[in-house]
């Protein structure tokens, strides 16, 4: 993952998005892996350009990203458990 793969609004303006972050990951990303699931640690230098000398500090942000598909959501685990089935005819001819 790139920084250039990474929104900040780092401009404190009063707009909605101040001091967010964003990560935009769409399917191709997914699928040729660019991107792949885990742990991200995402490093904000910030920077008080009014005061002298600079003055700066360094925020660290943690980003999980998970497959979508791990653990399957199209899939459901069966409700019957430890089911027992006991053959008692041996041998049945069938005809077609």
């Given at each position: 993952m790139q920084c250039s793969d990474i929104t900040i609004d780092g401009d404190f303006d009063g707009g909605s998005t101040d001091g967010q972050f964003s990560l935009t990951v769409n399917s191709d990303a997914y699928e040729n892996v660019?991107?792949?699931?885990?742990?991200?640690?995402?490093?904000?230098?910030?920077?008080?350009?009014?005061?002298?000398?600079?003055n700066s500090d360094v925020a660290f942000f943690f980003l999980t990203l998970v497959d979508p598909c791990d653990p399957p959501v199209s899939i459901t685990a069966p409700t019957l458990v430890n089911q027992e089935?006991?053959?008692?005819?041996?041998?049945?001819t069938y005809t077609l």
């Open positions: 660019v991107h792949p699931p885990g742990q991200y640690m995402i490093a904000i230098t910030g920077t008080a350009v009014g005061s002298n000398p600079l089935y006991t053959l008692t005819e041996i041998g049945v």
